[in-house]
């Protein structure tokens, strides 16, 4: 599950922080560089992170049913992007 496979980043999530290298620029959701986000999004607190070959995401705080549907309409992957 994506729970088990986010258990990696579990503890700087915790931490409330971003994991990142040397950027300045940020936003709600960390920095334009940064492998792990971690922000709020409705009544849910998510730790997102990329790796060199999916994105896995963690549900910090709120319920876990329905939390990947919500992600999917937020960051609206059901779009076409050609």
């Not at 999004?41 to 919500?70: K, M, N, Q, W, Y």
Request: with cysteine; glycine share 8%; hydrophobic share 35%.
């Amino acid at each position: 599950t994506n729970a088990a496979r986010m258990d990696d980043i579990h503890n700087n999530a915790r931490k409330g922080g971003v994991v990142s290298s040397n950027s300045t620029t940020k936003s709600a959701w960390g920095t334009h560089d940064a492998t792990e986000w971690v922000g709020p999004l409705g009544d849910r607190v998510f730790s997102v992170r990329e790796t060199a070959t999916t994105t896995l995401f963690r549900v910090i705080h709120g319920p876990t049913d329905g939390a990947e549907d919500c992600l999917r309409v937020y960051f609206q992957l059901e779009t076409a992007l050609a």
